[in-house]
């Protein structure tokens, strides 16, 4: 992926980690239509990329992102708002459909739109300095790229009611206790640990991988019979895969499994 005169820039790393970094420090990487853009199409190539295990998403300077580009956002009249509110729903659409483990790992500031981007995300881990927020209302506008759907189902209904009709900010400690982010650590220690948490991960079987994020992701909103049935179908499709195999075969070795993806 080439990086000039990108405000997303992307590097592969080992064990098929895409870090994915948000690079408008100046703006605190507000969510142009341009970085947007850009990030709809890194998703899109990593979602086809075999070579692509999972994605890392962080942010250069002292925020992860702080939501919608101000400038743009003035803008903004009934229909192009509603059309920039489907557009910023399907960029964050296409990483939680990626099929593959993401995890924002959250510095500074994540307000708004930013919140959002990292909801969309697997998992997210932050520093123990972060700060959290949907201050959209105080714009007299709401969130509109995802934030009134993920996270009442991330933190419950009566706190993302509380967060987003106050628009106040709340800690890293609070995000930990609601169960928005499940790690906190220091600012040094915040991207070695996510690497070691995707690496963790990504050792395991691609297949099965996809079908616990689809399962869990798809099964939240269906009746507890029809969720456990998608569990069963999944669980029967991955006893017809060669990591199932694999990894059965493996264990009974007493040795580590080698998976393919098969």
């Given at each position: 992926m080439d990086?000039?005169?990108r405000?997303v ?6 064990a098929g ?19 947007l ?7 899109n190539?990593?979602k086809f990329n ?9 942010g250069?300077?002292?925020?992860f992102c702080?939501?919608a ?5 003035a ?6 708002g509603?059309?920039y509110?489907?557009f ?5 659409h ?6 593959k483990?993401?995890?924002a ?5 994540a307000?708004?739109g ?17 700060i959290?927020g949907q201050?959209e209302?105080?714009?007299g506008?709401?969130?509109g790229?995802g ?18 009709l106050?628009?106040r900010n ?18 040094e220690?915040?991207?070695?640990r ?15 991988i996809?079908g ?5 992701q ?6 507890l ?11 029967g ?20 499994p ?5």
């Open positions: 990086n000039t005169n405000v820039k992307t590097t592969l790393h080992d980690i895409l870090e994915i970094m948000l690079d408008r420090p100046n703006q605190l990487n507000a969510l142009s239509r341009t970085l853009e850009q990030l709809i199409h890194i998703f190539e990593a075999n070579s692509i295990k999972a994605v890392l998403l962080t250069t300077g002292k925020a702080v939501g580009d101000i400038n743009q956002l803008e903004l009249k009934n229909a192009n509603l059309d509110a489907r910023g729903q399907s960029v964050f296409q990483l939680e459909s990626l099929g483990p993401s995890l790992a959250i510095q500074g500031f307000l708004g930013g919140c959002e981007l990292a909801m969309a995300a697997t998992l997210r881990i932050a520093t123990n300095t972060a959290f201050p209302i105080k714009l506008v709401i969130p790229f934030g009134t759907q993920r996270l009442p189902r991330l933190i419950g209904k009566g706190r993302a009611l509380q967060v987003c106050t628009g709340f800690t890293a400690e609070t995000a930990y206790q609601w169960g928005l982010v499940t790690e906190l650590t220091s600012p220690d915040l991207l070695p996510a690497f070691s948490l995707l690496k963790e991960i990504v050792q395991f079987s691609p297949l099965a996809q616990i994020m689809t399962t869990i798809q099964g939240y909103d269906l009746s019979e029809d969720a456990l049935e998608l569990e069963a179908a999944y669980f499709l991955s006893c017809t895969t060669a990591d199932k195999r694999e990894g059965v075969k493996a264990f009974l070795e007493k040795r580590s080698v998976f393919n993806g098969e």
